[in-house]
């Protein structure tokens, strides 16, 4: 059977096992290894193939159920129900970070963010072609293939990518950025980061801090718009800016970046004597934890922690960690949808696209000290 040799759970990674369970489905379907009206195992099958729990497989089969993708049907079993519009639209995949091609995403947001885009083309009828690595392109970025595509996604695009995407419109491709607010004449979805970052440091500053740490990237849009809340927070209180108190990581390697933000943030607890630490970003979050534990401080009794994207592991960490959470699942789907869209001559660009974040208040954003403990 397909499915016995295809789900690949690894309890390693950061996304939870029943969305694992989601993507593998989603890949197949990708692949035409599993069509419209095949029948699924039963849950106590495929949780014996996945080797999880029945209740872990019934959470992932009733996500597609929700989603329209599967039909539940009593005493027969589960059903996929792929109905494709007629039109379907080719969509180009392209990202600077990472390579979409490997079935295994490492990272929580890479997951939630391609599991959106799959299901987008699926319920549009589109097919997902998968392009090189931006940096496969060469020095000149010279784009090539757009005349086989109808549009195409740019995932987290950097602002060094702009030329690039200018070359792609050029050939009369449209081009749709993703999680990156590229400018008002280029179309994309992305995060209100600015916002979710203001929201971070107003809680902190309603729990009295005042000395408040920033480890940041250098790369891309959001980063810089996050960075730029943390400063727009700090002058509506009219507290002044400090150089010590902020770290930004200029490492181009995401796979690097846990282990830089712990250097950086022991950096600011070294000099800036923070009470608090606003780490924008997964990784920096837990880089920044393990350089608060390391300096054998406690969180939040002696300093607090906040977070932004509400990752998997946010909610089971101890303490369980305050996020700014933001759909990444939407980023993907909406944004594929609106590409179809756009290429399909439905809606006119440019087409700009906003989404809110919310903070989740947990038990590592606590009341201030006077100031951190001395290291």
């Not at 695009?157 to 491709?173: A, G, H, N, Q, V």
């Not at 209180?237 to 108190?245: N, Q, S, T, W």
């Amino acid at each position: 059977m397909i499915i016995d040799k295809s789900l690949n759970i690894d309890i390693s990674r950061s996304a939870p096992l029943y969305l694992q369970v989601k993507q593998n489905i989603l890949q197949l379907i990708d692949k035409g290894e599993l069509k419209d009206g095949d029948r699924l195992p039963p849950e106590t099958e495929l949780a014996r193939i996945c080797n999880l729990s029945r209740g872990t497989v019934r959470m992932a089969l009733s996500e597609l159920a929700r989603e329209g993708l599967v039909s539940r049907r009593p005493k027969r079993g589960s059903f996929l129900t792929l109905e494709k519009p007629i039109v379907s639209a080719r969509v180009g995949v392209l990202s600077p970070l990472f390579s979409i091609q490997n079935s295994s995403f490492p990272d929580f947001f890479q997951a939630e963010l391609v599991s959106g885009i799959r299901e987008g083309a699926l319920r549009k009828g589109a097919t997902l072609l998968f392009l090189p690595n931006v940096q496969e392109w060469g020095s000149n970025n010279h784009f090539s293939g757009g005349e086989n595509l109808d549009v195409v996604l740019f995932l987290i695009p950097r602002k060094d990518d702009i030329s690039l995407i200018c070359e792609i419109e050029k050939m009369k491709t449209p081009c749709f950025s993703i999680s990156a607010a590229v400018g008002k004449n280029f179309n994309y979805i992305a995060t209100d980061n600015v916002q979710g970052s203001i929201q971070a440091m107003e809680h902190l500053f309603s729990l009295g801090h005042r000395r408040i740490g920033l480890v940041v990237t250098a790369q891309g849009f959001d980063s810089q718009e996050r960075y730029d809340g943390y400063c727009r927070a700090l002058k509506n209180k009219h507290i002044p800016f400090d150089e010590d108190l902020v770290r930004i990581i200029e490492e181009p390697d995401n796979t690097c970046w846990q282990r830089a933000a712990a250097d950086k943030t022991a950096e600011i607890l070294k000099r800036g004597k923070p009470t608090a630490v606003f780490a924008p970003g997964s990784s920096l979050a837990m880089g920044a934890k393990e350089a608060i534990e390391a300096a054998g401080m406690s969180i939040p009794e002696d300093i607090s922690l906040v977070a932004f994207d509400d990752f998997y592991l946010a909610s089971h960490m101890s303490p369980r960690l305050t996020t700014v959470a933001r759909s990444i699942w939407e980023l993907g789907k909406i944004g594929v949808e609106k590409a179809i869209e756009l290429a399909r001559g439905e809606v006119k660009p440019p087409l700009n696209i906003v989404l809110k974040t919310e903070l989740i208040a947990r038990e590592s954003s606590g009341r201030a000290k006077t100031s951190a403990p001395a290291l």
